[in-house]
C-alpha cells in the first residue's frame, strides 16, 4: 500500500492535487468481508470425489471446444493435449497440474490504496450488477440504458457503504457505439469513484484499451508488477470457448490481471437438469478454462466461476433463489477450494419484473446462499432485476442496503469478556431490564446492525410520514445519495491523460453500433 500511495504522490498534480484531496468528502466504505463462520458444505469427500473424476472423463474422452483460436489449439498441442479440429482432449490430470500454478489469493488494488481488496481465502468482496441492456426506476420506467445512467450507478455504488467493489458494465448504455462505449465506462470507473473496478471484455483490443488506461491511471510498471483490474470471462456452456472471451483473457493474463473463469449456465438447457450432473460440468469448464488461462501466462491471478441458474420447464425462463442452485453453488464452492483457487458465485439474483416481495425473497436465498458456499468475489451483488435484463435503481440501494446484513453474519459470535455480558446479567438480575445498564450503555452503538433504508417506526408515526413502503423509501435514498455525492479526488493530469486518450481512440474510428 505505501509503494502505492508513493508512486501516486509522485506522478504530478502539485498543490491543485493536494487541495482537492483536502475538499473531497470522505465516503464511508467497509473492509471487504472475512468470515468467522464456517461454510456451508453439501457434498462429502466421496461425492466430490467422483464429480472430480467424471469431470476428467469429460475433459478426455468429450473435449471442449476452442473456436476461432488457432494460437489456443497450438497451446493445447504444446501442452501435450489431443487436438482435432477445434476440439481439444485433456488428458487425465493434465488440466488439474496446470491450474496449480494460479494464486490461492490476490490483492486487486484500487487507486484509492484504502480501498484495496484480497480476494480469496476466508474474504469476501461485493461487486454490483453487470451488463443489464435495460434500467428501470420509479420515475422512467423499464427503458434501454444510457451513459447517464451507467454513470448514476457509478457514483450509487461509490457512495454505498457495504459495497467493495465498482464492477464492470453495471448497465449497458446503448446510446453510445458498441466499439467505443467500453472507453467511456472505464472512464466513469476510474474517474466517478476510486473504489477497484473491471475490464472489458467484449471484443480483444478492448482488453487491451482497458491495460492501457490503466497504465495511465496507476503506472506502467505498477499494472505489470500488480493486479489492477479483475474481469469477466464466461465460457459458452455446453463447452465452447469462444474467440472473443478468450482472446481478452489471454490479454489479461498476459498483463498479469485477473480474469474470472465462469460458465454461464440455465440448468436443464445448458447443463443436465440434475446436481451432480451439472456440478460435473462446470467442473470440467473450469478446469479447461483456467488451465488455458495459466498457459497463457503461468501465475496470473484468476477466479473460479459458477453462475448457475434453474430453468422454469413450462415457460423455459430461468428461476432463482431456488433450492436446486443453492445446491449447486455450494458444491462449486467446495470444489474451487479443492482447487484452492477463488471462488465467484451468487448476487442479488431475482426473476421479478419490481423490486417486489418475489424479488426479494429470491434474492435474500440467493445472497445467503453466496455467503454460506464461500464465495470470495461475487459479483452482481445489488440492483439485479427480471433476471439480469434490468438494473434497477431503487433495488440497488435496497440491495446495497441488505449487503450490511453478510457482513454482520461474516462477524460471527464474539466470545469475549464483554461479550459473555456476566457484568451486566450480574447487574439488572431477575425482573430488571438491561436498557441503562452499563453494559448497554457502553455497547449500543455497535450492537446490532442498523438498515439506513428499512423503516422501523410505530405505525402511527409511519402512517403520518405519508405510509411509505420500501420502494417509495428506496428512490427517496437514490435522490439523496446522487445529491450529496462529491467527486473522489484525482490528480489533473492523469485525469486530463485518461480523456486525451478517450477521445484519441474514439476519433480514430468510426461509430459502429453491431
Same mark, same amino acid.
Given at each position: ?39 456451508? =458444505?453439501?457434498? &462429502? ?11 476428467? &472423463? ?25 487436438? &482435432? ?58 427503458? %434501454? ?39 467511456? @465506462? ?91 450432473? &451439472?456440478?460435473?460440468?462446470? @467442473? ?22 459458477? @453462475? ?45 419484473? /419490481? ?5 426479494? %425473497? ?31 435503481? =431503487?433495488?440497488?440501494? @435496497? ?73 417509495? /423509501? ?10 450529496? %455525492? ?11 491523460? /485518461? ?16
Amino acid at each position: 500500500m505505501t509503494e502505492a500511495t508513493t508512486r501516486r504522490r509522485s506522478r504530478g498534480g502539485g498543490g491543485a492535487a493536494r487541495r482537492a484531496e483536502r475538499t473531497a468528502v470522505t465516503i464511508e466504505t467497509a473492509k471487504y468481508i472475512e468470515r468467522n463462520i464456517p461454510n456451508f =458444505e453439501v457434498l &462429502t469427500e466421496e461425492a466430490l470425489d467422483i464429480i472430480e473424476a467424471n469431470a476428467e &472423463t469429460i475433459l478426455e474422452e468429450v473435449g471442449v471446444n476452442f473456436v476461432d483460436n488457432p494460437a489456443a489449439l497450438d497451446r493445447w498441442r504444446e501442452a501435450g493435449a489431443n487436438v &482435432t479440429g477445434e476440439r481439444v482432449r485433456i488428458p487425465r490430470g493434465l488440466a488439474k497440474k496446470l491450474c496449480s500454478t494460479a494464486p490461492k489469493q490476490f490483492t486487486q488494488h484500487a487507486r484509492n490504496p484504502e480501498k484495496s481488496v484480497v480476494i480469496g481465502g476466508k474474504n469476501m468482496v461485493l461487486a454490483p450488477v453487470y451488463g443489464p441492456p435495460f434500467v428501470r426506476d420509479v420515475e422512467g420506467g423499464r427503458r %434501454y440504458a444510457t451513459m447517464d445512467d451507467f454513470q448514476k450507478f457509478v457514483k450509487l455504488g461509490y457512495m454505498s457503504k457495504w459495497l467493495h467493489h465498482s464492477g464492470g458494465t453495471v448497465c449497458e448504455p446503448t446510446d453510445v457505439p458498441v466499439n467505443k462505449r467500453h472507453l467511456d @465506462m472505464l472512464l466513469a470507473h476510474m474517474t466517478l469513484s476510486d473504489k477497484p473496478f473491471m475490464g472489458s471484455v467484449t471484443e480483444p483490443s478492448r482488453a487491451q484499451d482497458s491495460v492501457d488506461m490503466c497504465e495511465i491511471l496507476f503506472g506502467k510498471e505498477f499494472v505489470q508488477e500488480n493486479t489492477v483490474m479483475t474481469s469477466l470471462i464466461n465460457i459458452n456452456s455446453p463447452m465452447t470457448f469462444d474467440d472473443v472471451m478468450m482472446g481478452a483473457m489471454e490479454i489479461y493474463a498476459k498483463n498479469n490481471q485477473a480474469c474470472i473463469v465462469s460458465p454461464f449456465i440455465v440448468g436443464g438447457a445448458m447443463a443436465p437438469v440434475s446436481v451432480a450432473g &451439472t456440478l460435473t460440468q462446470v @467442473m470440467a469448464e473450469c478446469l479447461a478454462g483456467i488451465a488455458y488461462n495459466q498457459l497463457c501466462r503461468p501465475g496470473a491471478p484468476v477466479i473460479m466461476g459458477a @453462475m448457475v441458474t434453474s430453468i422454469d420447464m413450462n415457460s423455459g425462463a430461468p428461476t432463482f433463489g431456488t433450492p436446486e442452485a443453492s445446491h449447486i453453488t455450494y458444491g462449486a464452492g467446495q470444489l474451487a477450494r479443492r482447487l484452492g483457487l477463488p471462488f465467484r458465485s451468487a448476487g442479488s439474483f431475482c426473476g421479478s419484473k /419490481l423490486p417486489d416481495a418475489q424479488a426479494a %425473497y429470491e434474492t435474500a436465498n440467493s445472497l445467503n446462499m453466496g455467503l454460506l458456499s464461500g464465495v470470495n468475489f461475487m459479483l452482481h451483488s445489488c440492483g439485479w432485476l427480471e433476471g439480469g435484463l434490468v438494473a434497477d435503481f =431503487e433495488k440497488f440501494v @435496497m440491495d446495497a442496503d441488505q449487503l450490511g446484513t453478510l457482513h454482520g453474519l461474516a462477524k460471527g459470535v464474539q466470545m469475549d469478556e464483554d461479550a459473555q455480558a456476566m457484568d451486566a446479567i450480574r447487574e439488572v438480575g431477575p425482573g430488571g431490564h438491561y436498557l441503562g445498564c452499563e453494559h448497554t450503555q457502553k455497547n449500543f452503538k455497535s450492537a446490532f446492525w442498523k438498515s439506513d433504508l428499512l423503516d422501523y417506526k410505530p405505525f402511527e408515526t409511519w402512517e403520518e410520514e405519508g405510509a411509505r413502503d420500501t420502494r417509495t /423509501l428506496a428512490t427517496q435514498r437514490v435522490e439523496k445519495l446522487l445529491t450529496n %455525492y462529491q467527486q473522489p479526488a484525482l490528480d489533473p493530469a492523469i485525469a486530463q491523460a /485518461l480523456a486525451d486518450y478517450v477521445a484519441a481512440k474514439k476519433a480514430s474510428m468510426p461509430d459502429a453500433f453491431m
